[in-house]
């Protein structure tokens, strides 16, 4: 039987033959003790060693990894690096997920249960105690969570700072949805509403504000874009002499391409013509407050133009409501659902058909024609 000693394993751990010797005294190292004259030593089959150190010491090394917040945070910026260049799941994630991620991690680590041993940070048992911290009915944002806590611990298992058993034991605090999705569209009056709205000057508005709020609008209800593939948007990206929208690296990193309806190219070239001149690539601009110069548009600054037009209006709309309420609208008018599936950037037509939002008025309008 092939055996090692104290020193051989103390050299292939990095660590004192003293703190060797302290684990094979209370037994926590397999080991057999060879007597001589006077006294003895400890021996460590070499077979049962390997398997410890699989099973123990990796373990164990693993927990104070993840039991020291701050080499979690410095682990931080890698796994970003990872995600943007695509080395944790094979292909790089959009900027939008990768800024979510990072938020909620960033919770998860902010909000950790006090603790007084050395207890790993990122754990079945905390990540259960911070999702039952949060209200029932938010779904989303117990969901984010989770979806970015399993993301970093994909890249601390890539990095052999943790074993898969980890992500297995995460799997079971999945949030399940306890009440349906909120699905929030408009009708094509409603819509028409929106955007005649967005085109009104209301102060401190500049005209340059009306005629951003109201492209972006039209954009968004006439072509289905997300509002992060809107914000991206390049001058390069808008075709108007053969009206079409080049949608450059959406979600999934896929490109496509949308047309450019009479309506939204009138609204379009308005826009064009009005935009200050800017040193950045971005379609979309507006202008900092704090610089006083243009700057690339963002989701976050989209997000508070179309709440601030919503609070005018006696019906309810989001970002995300704009693009049901293109696919909703175009299926209503007649449009072939595979277009419509290919226009909002989908690779299975049953998401599509997820999007299609009939209300009962529209229903009883309907069967009045038949």
């Known amino acids: 039987m092939e055996t090692l000693s104290i020193a051989d394993i103390a050299a292939d751990l990095n660590v004192t033959e003293r703190y060797v010797r302290k684990l094979a005294k209370v037994k926590e190292i397999p080991t057999i003790t060879k007597p001589f004259k006077g006294g003895y030593s400890y021996l460590v089959p070499l077979k049962l060693?390997?398997?410890?150190?699989?099973?123990?010491?990796?373990?164990?090394?693993?927990?104070?990894?993840?039991?020291?917040?701050?080499?979690?945070?410095?682990?931080?910026?890698?796994?970003?690096?990872?995600?943007?260049?695509?080395?944790?799941?094979g292909r790089p994630l959009a900027n939008h997920?990768?800024?979510?991620?990072?938020?909620?991690?960033?919770?998860?680590?902010?909000?950790?249960?006090?603790?007084?041993?050395?207890?790993?940070?990122?754990?079945?048992?905390?990540?259960?105690?911070?999702?039952?911290?949060?209200?029932?009915?938010?779904?989303?944002?117990k969901d984010n969570i989770y979806k970015a806590i399993r993301s970093f611990t994909r890249y601390l298992i890539a990095q052999k700072l943790a074993t898969e058993s980890l992500l297995s034991d995460l799997k079971q605090a999945k949030p399940k949805r306890l009440y349906p999705a909120k699905k929030i569209h408009c009708t094509q009056e409603q819509f028409e509403k929106l955007l005649e709205e967005a085109s009104k000057k209301v102060n401190p508005q500049t005209d340059y504000d009306v005629l951003l709020n109201s492209a972006t609008i039209a954009t968004i209800g006439f072509t289905g874009l997300r509002a992060s593939e809107l914000c991206n948007l390049r001058m390069q990206d808008v075709d108007l002499i053969n009206r079409k929208l080049f949608v450059y690296l959406g979600k999934g990193k896929k490109n496509r391409v949308v047309g450019i309806c009479n309506r939204l190219y009138d609204h379009l070239v308005k826009y064009l013509e009005a935009r200050p001149k800017a040193n950045v690539e971005n379609f979309f601009v507006t202008i900092s407050s704090s610089i006083d110069k243009p700057v690339a548009f963002n989701r976050d600054v989209l997000l508070h133009k179309v709440k601030r037009l919503v609070k005018r209006l006696d019906f309810d709309i989001n970002l995300h409501g704009l693009r049901r309420t293109f696919a909703t609208?175009?299926?209503?008018?007649?449009?072939?659902?595979?277009?419509?599936?290919?226009?909002l950037g989908h690779s299975d037509l049953k998401t599509t058909q997820g999007y299609l939002m009939t209300t009962q008025d529209e229903v009883i309008e309907a069967m009045k024609r038949w």
């Open 329 to 343: 609208v175009a299926a209503n008018s007649g449009k072939p659902i595979n277009i419509i599936s290919l226009a």
């Open 97 to 141: 997920t990768i800024e979510t991620n990072l938020r909620y991690v960033n919770y998860y680590l902010e909000h950790i249960p006090r603790r007084y041993n050395k207890s790993p940070i990122i754990s079945l048992d905390n990540l259960r105690e911070i999702l039952g911290a949060i209200d029932h009915t938010s779904f989303s944002k």
């Open 49 to 89: 060693y390997l398997e410890w150190k699989e099973n123990r010491y990796t373990k164990t090394k693993e927990n104070g990894h993840l039991s020291n917040l701050n080499f979690l945070h410095e682990q931080k910026e890698e796994w970003i690096r990872w995600c943007k260049n695509g080395m944790l799941i």
